[in-house]
């Protein structure tokens, strides 16, 4: 079975410009979150969606937004990229939401020069 | 608001024992652990929800009080496989969306 995919892998982008991270969940999974990991701390909750609707949001400013697609899939965008954006951002995906097992993907790698 | 862990880091020779805590200022519903090798996704241990219960994973095992607001991770006769990062993730309410995680506490296991 596949596990949770995140495209791309690794990237590189320039201040003030704008990024999409995408996340592919576990198939069956209705439930996608978003993290974003510093190096040498842990996941930083970014947003929660649960049957295409946002359930929870973090402390994070408005630049950063995401949706959930019918099929489940999801996005992340961000906006006026800074270099305090540069992080890993993870997918995780559960069977349902909240307080189950979460599923992270390999991550997606952000480089803001 | 993140849980606090403690100890940051911890070394251990294959077999021994350790325990790695987690503590809240809120009331907790449920704390989640996982363990993260480097470059690597996070991995999902075992989650307890509200009502003291304990769990355990082959000799990994946790336990949760409520009233303290705190969980334990207990790491028995440690392997080398053990080695990582351990993160405790908490939920402070039944619909609470929000799965916050501490600092995370790096376990080093040496043969």
């Known amino acids: 079975d596949a596990g949770v995919t995140q495209s791309p892998t690794h990237l590189i982008k320039t201040r003030g410009q704008h990024v999409t991270l995408r996340c592919s969940p576990i198939?069956?999974?209705?439930?996608v979150s978003w993290y974003q990991q510093v190096l040498g701390q842990g996941p930083q909750f970014i947003f929660q969606y649960y049957e295409k609707e946002e359930r929870g949001r973090g402390n994070f400013p408005d630049r950063f937004s995401a949706r959930q697609f019918p099929n489940y899939s999801s996005e992340l965008n961000v906006n006026a990229l800074l270099l305090g954006d540069s992080a890993l951002y993870l997918c995780?995906?559960?069977?349902?939401?909240?307080?189950?097992?979460?599923?992270f993907g390999q991550g997606t790698r952000l480089t803001v020069v | 608001q993140q849980p606090v862990q403690s100890p940051q880091a911890v070394i251990l020779r294959e077999g021994e024992d350790a325990v790695i805590n987690c503590s809240s200022s809120?009331?907790?519903?449920?704390v989640h652990w996982y363990r993260q090798k480097h470059g690597e996704a996070p991995v999902f241990l075992m989650i307890l929800l509200k009502g003291g219960e304990q769990k355990g994973h082959e000799k990994i095992s946790a336990s949760f009080n409520e009233k303290k607001q705190q969980s334990s991770l207990y790491l028995t006769a440690s392997q080398l496989s053990y080695s990582g990062t351990y993160f405790c993730g908490t939920e402070i309410g039944s619909n609470d969306y929000k799965l916050s995680f501490g600092a995370g506490t790096t376990v080093t296991v040496r043969a």
């Open positions: 809120k009331a907790l519903y449920s």
């Open positions: 198939s069956g999974h209705k439930s």
């Open positions: 995780a995906s559960s069977l349902e939401a909240p307080y189950t097992e979460a599923f």
